[in-house]
């Protein structure tokens, strides 16, 4: 029993301690490119109104990186302090892409600091912009060499096993296995709808408190496109990943959309209730479109629950996980198409406060549709650490002493998020938009009043 609950409580403090760093990461990776994005726009278009976006939003990136590397830390330390089966026998397949990732992460620092202290040094502002392609190249290098780490657990290749010890180590076909592309696709594709979502929902707040300046107004029809943008790319790796998963992981399909028989012209079932007998009800039913989404063709065969032994299929639950995870995708894709098309028309705005609150309510919706598919990800692969060759319970640790760990670490974790939040709202607050450009740009100072 010691052994299962010390298996339990390192699954919580991972759990906590992943979910908090993906706010982190999720902004590491996105805010970069959309920084780069306003700048070139500001060149381009001669714009002082993008390029101070740009200026305000690295500020802000600055105070998440430094959260994010504590709590990047925090994950390295646990891997080895909870998992130490685990790591014994897979850690010299995940070093490689673990220690890329940690070269990535310098490589993006770097710029980033380079970024960070040379504006207004180059007499052609396009070689200040060119620093921030670095970044976040950087930002996608590193979620991609760890993402191929998650990928490896859940399709694990590039080895074999001699008991407890791996032999003909092939650290590349590891991290380039099935899993891989789908993954990292739906990580970057997610991460750039998100904090292009959290920035639009900002800006909306800002709008929403009587401060609807031209600076304000191109930051939301900047954020709001991209956030159009990359929720369809988002969506398309949404399918692509559920094609994966019927392939190559049907046990996480199938407990994720309830599909206990293995039939052709699967129905697709959202939300609903189940029963103690595995009976589906008040759920909204969609005919054939699992087969659909599986395989491409609607009449296709879809495997159930009933192929996967009881010991291997992953919790029920997850169900819900991956309904909300869809939904608030699509409540994304659909506010950002809403904005974008009342901004077409001159006699219906894009500025009315109902739109506003809808895009407000977008940016922590899209976050929990990260956390969320993160859950779907993460449980949808128990009761496997390492699919196919060793459960959680066995890569655990049996230390007497990991619940002392999870308190130690939920105060680590509140006092950073504190100390962030009261950071960010210090930087900002105190230095509006409004007061910068009058000091950084006069000249069209005027011309960033209220409409």
């Known amino acids: 029993m010691m052994e299962l609950d010390s298996a339990m409580l390192s699954r919580m403090l991972t759990s906590m301690t992943l979910g908090f760093h993906i706010i982190f990461a999720t902004i590491g990776v996105g805010v970069p490119l959309m920084i780069s994005i306003a700048e070139f726009i500001g060149i381009k278009k001669n714009d002082a109104h993008y390029t101070l976006l740009a200026r305000r939003w690295t500020r802000g990136f600055i105070i998440t990186v430094a959260v994010g590397v504590v709590t990047g830390t925090a994950i390295g330390l646990q891997l080895s302090l909870l998992w130490p089966s685990f790591m014994q026998i897979a850690g010299k397949v995940i070093s490689l892409p673990l220690f890329l990732e940690t070269f990535a992460f310098f490589f993006e620092a770097i710029f980033l600091g380079a970024y960070l202290y040379t504006w207004d040094r180059f007499k052609k502002p396009i070689y200040h912009w060119l620093l921030s392609i670095p970044v976040f190249v950087g930002g996608a290098l590193s979620a991609f060499f760890i993402t191929t780490v998650n990928a490896f657990m859940n399709t694990p290749q590039g080895f074999d096993l001699e008991g407890k010890t791996l032999v003909n180590l092939q650290p590349l076909e590891a991290m380039f296995n099935p899993a891989t592309p789908t993954k990292v696709f739906h990580v970057l594709a997610s991460s750039y709808l998100t904090s292009a979502a959290i920035l639009a929902a900002i800006t909306a707040f800002i709008i929403l408190k009587n401060k609807s300046t031209d600076y304000h107004k191109k930051a939301l029809k900047l954020t709001m496109t991209a956030t159009f943008l990359f929720a369809i790319l988002t969506a398309v790796a949404g399918d692509l990943s559920a094609k994966f998963l019927a392939e190559e992981q049907p046990e996480k399909l199938a407990a994720g959309e309830w599909h206990f028989d293995t039939e052709e012209g699967a129905d697709l079932v959202l939300f609903g209730t189940l029963s103690e007998d595995n009976e589906i009800k008040n759920e909204i039913r969609i005919p054939n479109a699992l087969s659909f989404l599986a395989h491409g063709d609607f009449n296709s065969e879809v495997t159930g629950l009933d192929q996967i032994p009881e010991d291997e299929q992953p919790p029920l639950w997850i169900h819900y996980m991956f309904d909300l995870m869809v939904s608030l995708g699509m409540y994304a894709l659909g506010v950002s198409f809403l904005y974008l ?54 890569g655990a640790t049996t230390s007497p002493h990991v619940g002392w760990m999870f308190l130690l670490f939920l105060l680590l974790y509140i006092l950073l998020g504190t100390i962030c939040t009261l950071v960010l709202r210090k930087l900002f607050k105190d230095n509006p938009a409004e007061a910068e450009l009058e000091h950084r740009y006069p000249e069209i100072a005027d011309g960033g009043g209220k409409e």
């Open 341 to 394: 098309v009342l901004s077409r028309f001159k006699r219906w705005s894009e500025h009315n406060k109902w739109l506003l609150w809808l895009i407000v309510l977008n940016g922590p919706l899209a976050m929990l549709a990260i956390e969320f598919g993160w859950i779907y990800a993460e449980v949808g692969r128990q009761p496997w650490i390492l699919r196919g060759y060793m459960k959680v319970v066995e």
